[in-house]
């Protein structure tokens, strides 16, 4: 039941531990929206709503300020060598 006496009509699509309040879930309302909460906080819109967020995440060109960062070259040795080995090598 809710606060004002009305029956709780949302229907759990998914969760990921059943008996813990704060587990990651998908739920779906009275009125048709899709309701994702993760570690406790709940955000519910709307399909057109989730879908046009996804767009808008991942539809996305990259916003660079200036040019992209150039990746950084390594050689096989960085890659074989542990990191405390590899910092001590480089102070001397």
Request: glycine share 6%.
């Amino acid at each position: 039941m809710t606060e004002d006496g009305q029956a709780n009509t949302d229907r759990m699509l998914y969760v990921v531990q059943a008996d813990d309040y704060w587990s990651n879930s998908v739920w779906v309302t009275k009125e048709g929206g899709i309701c994702i909460k993760v570690r406790g906080h709940a955000i519910t819109m709307t399909l057109e709503g989730w879908h046009q967020c996804a767009l808008d995440h991942f539809a996305r060109e990259p916003q660079y300020t200036s040019s992209p960062p150039e990746p950084q070259k390594r050689s096989p040795d960085d890659y074989s060598t542990p990191p405390q080995t590899r910092a001590a090598r480089h102070d001397t």
